[in-house]
């Protein structure tokens, strides 16, 4: 995975949150489909417990291409934190 630079007015969400989205539009359809079990956990391992609320609220409003991958990386968080959905 490769960070890269974008502008503010391209990332709707905050911080990791925002940064998962933006990664996820860069990679494509093909390839966010085809991210690897690691590859997830170490995003989800980057998230804040905000982070993971903000996916959760824009998930519904994310690409349905793109939710699979979000699902994936809420889980992930959930089952690695303290993080408790609805708090």
């Known amino acids: ?11 709707a969400l905050p911080g990791g949150a925002g940064a ?3 990664a996820l539009r860069y990679l494509g ?3 966010a489909h085809a991210l690897s079990a690691a590859d997830i956990r170490r995003v989800a391992e980057s998230l804040s417990d ?16 793109m939710r ?10 959930t089952s690695h934190s303290a993080y408790k959905p609805g708090e």
Do not use: N
């Open 1 to 11: 995975m490769r960070l890269r630079h974008v502008s503010p007015k391209r990332i």
């Open 29 to 31: 359809k093909d390839a």
């Open 50 to 65: 905000a982070d993971a609320r903000a996916l959760r609220h824009a998930f519904h409003h994310a690409p349905g291409w």
């Open 20 to 22: 998962l989205v933006e």
């Open 68 to 77: 699979p991958a979000i699902d994936k990386v809420i889980a992930t968080f």
